[in-house]
RNA sequence: GGGUGUUUAGCUCAGUUGGGAGAGCGACGGCCUUACAAGCCGUAGGUCGCAGGUUCGACCCCUGCAACACCCACCA
């Protein structure tokens, strides 16, 4: 083994051993197990997202492989249809062209060839990671099989009346001219105006104090010229006498209605609200409710359009704004300009702002297929963990609205509809199945929608048609439902609700049994990684590492606001000073499992990574020390266990139960902390050096020796299997010397049995004897390190009180007490005997002196056993106040006051006998 | 406007059924002790957001409030 850990030499060629080796395809005979991965997006990069999430997947998978599961991680990558037709037809731009100048099918034929390109990073940056899966089933949601059931899909809900046709106000984004979902849109508060508009009052109407007009109130004034009505509410008084009447639209020059709607806030503004119908949710619906004409006035581009006035047409919206607000302020019916903050809607793509616009788009019918997945969840088929999130899913899956899956793009799944000369519509996989379907001749001309299905409807799919779906196959019936989704939060209603219905509805079975939802990896300060903040992080950088120019020019390069540059580069250099170390995949692992707590989002802290790069050193540098004391060693030697190594077995034993809690109720980071806490402090600090002066005192047997160095290389072998899921290389590389050593098979730590119970056995009465030990050798160095002793300061201890027990464990120990704590002689003190001036340690009745000979000072001493004393003794006030307390005696249960007064008992004890070594110090004075 | 989560040591976070507040990192002091200075030994840090309530007893249960974060929602 080299002399220090270096990640790097050992990650890459082990991944490529274990693939080559298949070990990720499922195998044995064991109960299926199967976690599908949230497909990235096939031209993207790996996010810290990613990386967290695909630990978490990697870790379960990877401890389900050893527990004898036949276990599936199903790869693939999502079409993304609208992030990728973005990045190309950005592509297209630099190079001066658009999409509509190559035309559809070249266009399309260019994502593809983009996809060939560029579809390879992410899946290496997954094999960066460690991640163990199954790559020969890698799917694609464009692949010509995966497209068949999107299609049949389609078809199907088609044919059920579940999907349909409809002109309807939809979210329009004007930047990429195309429909989007609810769920698309960003809500986000912004700064802006409200203006108050006087529209003249015709035929000679007045309001009650004698005003010509009436004044409305407008977060958008450009809608105006859409207006078709004024609306206020039926009971308003105010205006009661002019329902029925008419306004004069200003600029436009148009006769629209007074009406009375409930929907009016009589509270808000003057009470009278214009009504666009054509541009505005709410107005639609009034709209709706009182006949209205519905007058659009914007292009697909959210210019105006022929239906303004003249003057106005092809203006932009935000020209449009000022135009009639300027206009309107010219004739006087320019109220109030007010500051006003207002959700501003943005699609989560372009940024854009979303206009509702009316448009004819296809629809799923939600609600039938809603029903059957809420009822899942309520009956406990699928759970979610933390469970506080089927609440967030019922609120939203009860009150879901129709999908609008239509999408005016051209990379994606194109809508198997077709249409003749008349419209008529025809759905069916392809045309020539349509005419099939429906009995067409030849003679009829039939033409596609030309709209693709947006991305989500496809990824709904997943759970079963990346096991073949609509054919019934083996992996179908195995692993269908899978196990355990893993998931962010941000996409439960994307994603995981969807593929709920759809599998639901399609199967008959579940998707999942399980939806752990872990939390979003945010910045050191907290916030939410983004392009546009320029805060994010690649995984592959705390892998490889990256200096801070690097850094900096891969954080502003490419930035969809390249004004923020300067900012962004100042706040790298300064949370970044040297760039980011090198830590290594299994560094990088274990600060995301430790930080996976539950239902919490990570901020991602650099000293924590740093830690548990430390971590994985120590890990090497322990096995190196196993290594160094088992040369020539024999597996079949008799040996004889000696109390660390009963003691230590014991203490793996129990960790063995708490790792398999762990994982099996999603605390990954108890999990990790577990791990942590036995390597290092059970393992590292107490064995590995009990253990040296035992290896070393020729008054050992060589049974007992071979005790020791078996326990050293088996313990260290469980450790290994026990972390190998969270840390793949560093535990498959130290593993295979080890396995070796104790004559095991070893061609991969993968493929091993995860460690059981059983292996080791639990001995209470080694734990309470070392438990002694250690609490000896911490009294000593306690004295040692508050008199300031130099550790290579020799020091006698004397040893009264106690009882036999105490006397056989000193005995027996000495060795290693003298070791530990550096002493060179243990003594008991004689009957009778004069006791020298000492510094005290309580261990129990047993006291360890140190006598002072000239070493310590007494102040020194004095100061620290008062700094005790005054914990006891506060100790004991509060517990003196608690038995004092009549209630607390009488009505808490005996077992509890019993404690408290055996407690009392001891610490009285305890307080007396340093009572006294403080007046026997100060007669030293 | 509705909902969810969070608030514990300087920082990042644990704290399972109410019964003596924990870890890691950082800080401080001492050490190159033959696996490891990416290390070893020791020490110091907390009216558990605030105010009430239930209880013999509350970080934990209940009510209210505050701050922060996120989700949902049509107030012009």
């Known amino acids: 083994m080299d002399s220090s850990f270096d990640p790097h030499a050992i990650e890459t060629p082990l991944y490529e051993e274990w693939e080559t080796a298949d070990y990720f395809a499922p195998s044995g005979n064991g109960p299926g197990y199967c976690i599908l991965i949230p497909p990235p997006n096939v031209t993207g990069t790996l996010h810290m997202g990613h990386a967290f999430n695909q630990t978490l997947m990697d870790t379960l998978v990877r401890y389900k492989r050893m527990k004898g599961c036949r276990t599936l991680w199903q790869m693939g990558t999502d079409h993304a249809g609208i992030a990728t037709q973005m990045l190309v037809e950005r592509q297209l731009a630099e190079a001066g062209k658009t999409r509509h100048e190559l035309g559809r099918d070249d266009f399309i034929e260019k994502v593809w060839e983009w996809r060939e390109q560029s579809g390879g990073t992410i899946a290496r940056q997954i094999r960066r990671m460690g991640g163990s899966l199954d790559w020969s089933r890698d799917r694609f949601t464009m692949d010509d099989g995966y497209a068949e059931a999107v299609l049949t899909v389609f078809e199907r809900l088609y044919d059920e009346g579940l999907i349909y046709k409809g002109s309807r106000l939809v979210n329009w984004d004007p930047a990429l001219g195309t429909a989007i979902s609810d769920l698309e849109v960003e809500n986000n508060e912004e700064q802006g105006h409200l203006w108050h508009f006087h529209y003249p009052l015709l035929d000679g109407l007045q309001t009650g104090d004698g005003t010509t007009h009436l004044t409305v109130a407008t977060t958008r004034p450009e809608t105006m010229l859409g207006d078709t009505a004024v609306a206020v509410h039926p009971d308003d008084e105010r205006y009661a006498h002019l329902v029925g009447g008419f306004v004069n639209l200003p600029l436009v020059d148009r006769r629209i209605p007074i009406i009375a709607d409930e929907y009016v806030d009589r509270e808000f503004g003057t009470g009278c609200v214009k009504i666009t119908p054509a541009h505005d949710f709410n107005d639609n619906e009034v709209g709706a409710r009182h006949d209205l004409p519905l007058i659009n006035i914007f292009t697909a581009e959210a210019s105006i359009n022929d239906n303004a006035p003249e003057k106005y047409r092809g203006l932009t919206r935000e020209d449009a704004r000022k135009a009639v607000v300027a206009d309107l302020d010219g004739l006087g019916l320019l ?156 996409i439960i209603f994307f994603w995981v609700a969807r593929m709920i219905m759809m599998t639901l509805h399609f199967t008959g079975k579940i998707p999942f049994n399980t939806v752990y939802v872990h939390g979003l990896v945010k910045d050191a300060e907290g916030h939410k990684m983004s392009k546009t903040r320029g805060n994010g992080l690649d995984p592959l950088d705390f892998i490889d590492g990256i200096d801070l120019d690097s850094l900096v020019t891969k954080r502003t390069t490419n930035l969809t606001q390249p004004q923020l540059a300067p900012r962004i580069e100042k706040a790298t250099r300064k949370d970044f000073p040297d760039g980011i170390p090198a830590y290594g995949t299994d560094a990088l692992r274990f600060t995301f499992c430790a930080l996976a707590t539950t239902g919490r989002d990570v901020r991602f802290d650099l000293n924590r990574i740093e830690g548990y790069r430390n971590f994985c050193n120590k890990l090497w540098n322990a096995s190196k020390f196993a290594f160094m004391n088992t040369e020539d060693f024999d597996p079949s030697a008799a040996r004889e266990l000696t109390l660390i190594d009963r003691w230590l077995r014991s203490k793996l034993h129990t960790l063995i139960k708490d790792v398999e809690y762990a994982l099996d109720t999603y605390r990954f980071d108890i999990f990790a902390a577990r791990i942590y806490d036995f390597a290092w402090r059970e393992y590292c600090d107490w064995y590995v050096e009990l253990a040296k002066p035992l290896l070393w005192d020729a008054n050992l047997s060589a049974a007992e020796k071979q005790g020791i160095r078996l326990t050293l290389l088996e313990v260290l072998e469980a450790l290994l299997r026990i972390t190998h899921p969270v840390m793949p290389f560093i535990t498959e590389t130290i593993w295979h010397p080890v396995a070796e050593k104790l004559g095991r098979n070893k061609d991969t730590i993968m493929l091993q049995a995860y460690p059981e119970q059983r292996e080791f056995q639990a001995d209470e009465q080694a734990e309470v004897q070392v438990e002694w030990l250690k609490a000896v050798i911490t009294g000593i160095r306690n004295i040692r390190g508050e008199a300031n002793l130099k550790p290579n300061q020799e020091l006698d201890v004397l040893l009264d009180g106690g009882d036999d027990a105490d006397r056989e464990r000193a005995t027996a120990m000495a060795p290693m007490l003298k070791r530990l704590a550096n002493v060179t002689a243990i003594n008991w003190l004689e009957a009778g005997s004069e006791v020298p001036a000492h510094a005290l340690s309580l261990v129990g009745d047993l006291k360890v002196m140190v006598p002072l000979a000239g070493l310590i000072d007494v102040a020194a001493e004095t100061a620290r056993l008062d700094k005790q004393l005054e914990q006891l003794r506060k100790d004991l006030e509060r517990i003196d106040k608690k038995l004092g307390n009549e209630s607390f005696v009488s009505k808490a249960p005996v077992e509890v006051v019993d404690k408290e007064r055996a407690k009392r008992a001891d610490l009285e004890e305890r307080v007396a006998t340093l009572e006294n070594q403080l007046a026997e110090l100060k007669a030293l004075e």
Not at 344 to 363: H, N, Y
Not at 429 to 453: H, I, S
Not at 479 to 487: A, G, K, V, W
């Open 335 to 490: 109220g109030e300009v007010k500051d006003h903050k207002l959700m501003v809607p943005r699609g989560d793509r372009s940024d854009a702002i979303i206009e509702p616009l009316l448009t004819d788009q296809w629809f799923v019918k939600i609600g039938p297929l809603a029903e059957p997945a809420i009822a899942a969840v309520e009956n406990g088929d699928i759970q979610f963990v933390p469970k506080q999130y089927e609440n967030t899913y019922f609120a939203w899956m009860r009150d879901i609205q129709d999908w609008c899956i239509s999408r005016q793009q051209w990379w994606g799944h194109q809508i198997p509809a077709f249409y003749d000369d008349a419209g008529n519509v025809y759905v069916a996989a392809d045309e020539a199945a349509a005419r099939v379907k429906y009995n067409l001749d030849a003679g009829v001309t039939l033409t596609q929608d030309p709209d693709v299905l947006e991305t989500w409807f496809s990824s709904a799919l997943w759970p079963f048609a990346t096991l073949g779906w609509p054919e019934e196959t083996p992996e179908l019936e195995q692993f269908l439902p899978s196990n355990t989704l893993i998931t962010g939060h941000d």
